[in-house]
């Protein structure tokens, strides 16, 4: 099978531990090279595993997942107890524009497609316990969550869960977290990057939806809107709130509920 990508780079096994792998392609999405950090579960006489892309917030990278809450321990752990069956952990840089790239395109990157297209060819070419057959799932953290409803809603056609925690749900909550100002992401349609219009405009191909946030989150009032839209206008999802605050401790926790959601979609 030929390449996606001009050069692709793979650690070395003999090197990898806690069945991480880490992958490096060039792109003309990023006009240059894009990383990925990726959980694989050890398991045998398995192909077609699902696979999850998910995503970091502002001022994180492809390794924060794995390294600021362990989320390859947790997936572990939860797949030895038979909790959930195996899947592959994809989780991508953005992309690495200024604070955040917002997992849109602009500045003459195509951050959503490095995403859409990119991550799921990387992981196809180089996993080889993924295939054509492999289901695809969708999650993230604050502006991960934001990529992942406004993404997961857009391709509902190759996502068949989404799920998003502390989720920013318009790209005008940037500002909250990042220095760089709203008129350097250019070309941007203000109401078509809105999480609600994203979900609303798919609503009827929508697939499978849950999102929380902590109960001291500087985002929860806008998590609680987008709750209520979806609500008014009929469109089947899960919202929970929960004790905690916009930090690594709550995601630590709640990664454990996207990972039971997307394996009951299996």
């Known amino acids: 099978m030929s390449s996606k990508f001009r050069t692709t780079e793979i650690s070395n096994p003999e090197f990898e531990s806690n069945n991480l792998r880490f992958i490096t392609v060039k792109t003309p999405n990023l006009q240059g090279r894009g990383d990925i950090c990726v959980y694989v579960p050890k398991v045998e006489d398995v192909q077609d595993l699902p696979v999850i892309i998910l995503m970091h917030g502002v001022y994180g990278s492809a390794w924060i997942w794995a390294h600021k809450a362990g989320v390859h321990f947790t997936a572990d752990k939860m797949i030895n107890s038979k909790e959930i069956s195996p899947f592959i952990i994809a989780m991508p840089s953005d992309g690495l524009w200024g604070d955040g790239s917002a997992y849109l395109a602009h500045n003459q990157k195509n951050f959503e497609q490095w995403i859409v297209d990119d991550v799921r060819h990387a992981i196809l070419e180089n996993i080889e316990t993924s295939s054509q057959?492999?289901?695809?799932?969708?999650?993230?953290?604050?502006?991960?969550?934001?990529?992942?409803?406004?993404?997961?809603?857009?391709?509902?056609?190759?996502?068949?869960?989404?799920?998003?925690?502390?989720?920013?749900?318009?790209?005008?909550?940037?500002?909250?977290?990042?220095?760089?100002?709203?008129?350097?992401?250019?070309?941007?349609?203000?109401?078509?990057?809105?999480?609600?219009?994203?979900?609303?405009?798919?609503?009827?191909?929508?697939?499978?939806?849950?999102?929380?946030?902590?109960?001291?989150?500087?985002?929860?009032?806008?998590?609680?809107?987008?709750?209520?839209?979806?609500?008014?206008?009929?469109?089947?999802?899960?919202?929970?709130?929960?004790?905690?605050?916009?930090?690594?401790?709550?995601?630590?926790?709640?990664?454990?509920?996207?990972?039971?959601?997307?394996n009951s979609l299996l």
């Open 133 to 262: 057959t492999s289901k695809f799932f969708i999650s993230g953290l604050s502006m991960g969550g934001y990529g992942a409803l406004h993404l997961g809603a857009k391709y509902s056609n190759i996502f068949s869960g989404i799920s998003g925690h502390s989720s920013i749900t318009h790209i005008d909550q940037m500002p909250l977290f990042v220095e760089e100002p709203q008129h350097l992401y250019p070309n941007i349609n203000l109401e078509e990057v809105s999480v609600f219009k994203s979900i609303l405009n798919n609503r009827n191909n929508l697939s499978p939806l849950r999102f929380d946030c902590g109960k001291n989150d500087l985002l929860i009032e806008h998590n609680r809107a987008l709750h209520k839209s979806l609500e008014t206008n009929n469109i089947p999802h899960i919202y929970e709130e929960f004790e905690g605050a916009h930090e690594w401790e709550y995601w630590q926790v709640h990664i454990k509920d996207t990972l039971l959601f997307f």
